[in-house]
């Protein structure tokens, strides 16, 4: 006997969800009484069978109720492939993480037959996930577990074109997996369906990657600023707003800030020049943050906090850059000036831009960068070494995290040291497990002289000499990793006021001069109203859990000042 249309729709979702990891808990089903609890948030909305509800790569209207009928769900590419994804029915609901904050939807979701829907637009939602805790909780584990999936599955997101090693590839692989953006790659010597694209475009060495996005727009080789535009990542100041407080960095200690204050009701901005989680957000596996035992690594602890600030509402601009700092305050605002030639208006800002990798002196190693030399050791990397023989420098507990994480690709990992020992700059248990593991091999009081690549610029060998002698050596290496501390990322605040130390650092409370003698709070810099947190601050601990601490902590100091600054003059 041949199945009925609903019967056939179930066994067909039912094959589909097999493809996705818990689906129970990434498609959950809705009961009558949780739909009641929604209705007040958002409204009904009715369409005719084929019209899109949602479409890639625009911004996305929230998240959707099924009341009556199917809404198909299907991943479009800018190559033209359409594939069927998961069909959703009555009592489930359509969304995932970027509707939090309307950010462009990933795929379509298109009705078939006519389709009755209870639309809760990004604002409501975030209320509804923060009005209704229990409820919220399964929506919003929902909302990320489906996230994962597009990114596992390489659903949705942008196409990458190129050879899988090449620096453009590598980088770009980096940059959307560091923000948790679906993306697939396809390598022009395996894949039939890039040949077109290149015989069209006929790209150079220098273009690839061709990225091709989803409204089909091709860039050649694009910086990450350029793509995030591109694929919808980047808002900007939503209507000219004013922000109670303006956060540069969103490394742990500017996700911390972001929502804790926007928790309390504080409208938040947060702008980053690359990714959420700052160098914190790189290492492979954190062991000593409280609370989770086992470890847990950078990307996934940053990841939470990014999704949290979300939720509360803050507004992230990533990738975006501050070039400067306007402390005049006309109009009784900060005002800072973005790379895209707008302005940030904020009655606040927290300093939290951390530090930029430290680069050592050693010739031609900007020619390297991108080509073997890399600053962090991510899955796009370790790929990049698998069986190989690589070299790490440093002795922080990045550079431990770091080696650790190779060593289960790597053939062995060469873990030079400029000194003598690793106790006075690594945590105990990372110096117990680096010890323990056959294929790292410490060097100490050794340093690399020099680097030599071949004819397409690609790290081939590295060179290194004894400290205590003239013995030198060499290997033939394609893959080093520095870990050699970092320098403040503080140019943008040249010219408005804010005092920093010898190294670069913000200086805060009564160590600044201007503040000798008041009462000031401890991470409030020279001027009222701009405060400093994490790595960039001078005197900070220059670990994950000082810098997440001292976020939650300027939260009071934020509100005190806000509160003064709304009194009026006696």
């Given at each position: ?76 590419d800018g190559l033209g492939h359409v ?119 006929s790209p150079k060495p220098e273009d ?363």
């Amino acid at each position: 006997m041949a199945m009925g249309q609903d019967e056939t729709q179930r066994t067909d979702r039912d094959a589909q969800l097999l493809r996705f990891t818990r689906p129970e808990q990434t498609f959950p089903a809705l009961t009558p009484a949780e739909i009641e609890r929604i209705r007040h948030f958002g409204e009904i909305r009715t369409y005719a069978d084929g019209e899109l509800l949602f479409e890639t790569g625009k911004p996305g209207p929230g998240m959707f109720v099924v009341l009556a009928g199917h809404v198909a769900i299907t991943q479009r590419d800018g190559l033209g492939h359409v594939t069927p994804v998961i069909d959703q029915g009555p009592g489930q609901f359509l969304a995932e993480l970027g509707q939090l904050s309307g950010r462009p939807a990933l795929v379509d979701g298109r009705a078939e037959g006519n389709v009755e829907v209870l639309l809760v637009p990004p604002d409501r939602l975030r209320a509804l996930l923060v009005a209704e805790a229990e409820l919220g909780e399964r929506i919003m584990r929902a909302l990320i577990l489906r996230r994962v999936n597009l990114i596992q599955g390489g659903i949705g997101g942008p196409v990458l074109i190129g050879p899988s090693n090449s620096a453009g590839v590598v980088r770009l692989q980096g940059f959307l997996t560091r923000n948790g953006q679906p993306h697939h790659l396809l390598d022009p010597e395996s894949e039939h369906d890039a040949a077109e694209l290149i015989a069209r475009y006929s790209p150079k060495p220098e273009d690839w990657p061709l990225v091709v996005t989803a409204g089909g727009t091709v860039l050649r080789n694009p910086s990450e600023t350029e793509l995030g535009r591109a694929i919808g990542m980047i808002g900007g100041a939503k209507d000219n707003r004013i922000y109670d407080v303006a956060i540069v960095g969103c490394g742990p200690a500017g996700l911390a800030t972001a929502v804790y204050a926007a928790s309390e009701g504080l409208s938040v901005a947060v702008v980053d020049t690359r990714a959420f989680g700052g160098q914190a957000g790189a290492s492979a596996r954190i062991e000593n943050y409280l609370g989770f035992p086992t470890g847990i690594s950078g990307q996934a602890l940053a990841g939470r906090a990014f999704t949290q600030a979300q939720k509360f509402g803050a507004d992230i601009m990533i990738p975006m850059s501050v070039s400067s700092l306007d402390c005049s305050r006309a109009n009784g605002t900060f005002a800072l000036a973005l790379d895209c030639g707008e302005t940030l208006r904020s009655r606040s800002v927290v300093v939290a831009s951390g530090a930029r990798y430290r680069r050592p002196d050693i010739a031609n190693l900007d020619k390297f960068e991108g080509r073997g030399v890399w600053y962090w050791a991510s899955p796009v990397e370790a790929r990049l070494c698998a069986g190989e023989e690589v070299a790490l420098v440093g002795a922080g507990n990045s550079a431990g995290q770091a080696a650790v994480f190779l060593s289960g690709h790597a053939k062995r990992v060469l873990m030079i040291i400029r000194g003598g020992g690793l106790g006075a700059s690594m945590s105990r248990y990372l110096i117990e497990r680096i010890e323990a593991t056959p294929n790292i091999e410490l060097m100490f009081n050794t340093e690399i002289t020099a680097l030599e690549g071949d004819e397409a610029s690609l790290l081939r060998r590295i060179r290194w000499k004894s400290r205590l002698s003239d013995d030198e050596d060499s290997a033939d290496i394609r893959n080093l990793f520095l870990f050699v501390g970092a320098d403040p990322a503080t140019s943008w605040l040249e010219g408005c006021g804010v005092t920093l130390d010898r190294g670069g650092f913000v200086v805060t409370g009564a160590q600044s001069e201007q503040n000798q003698g008041k009462l000031v709070a401890p991470l409030e810099t020279s001027v009222p109203g701009v405060y400093a947190v994490g790595d960039v601050r001078s005197g900070s601990v220059k670990r994950v859990g000082g810098a997440i601490g001292e976020g939650a902590q300027v939260v009071a100091s934020l509100h005190g000042y806000l509160g003064d600054a709304a009194k009026p003059a006696l």
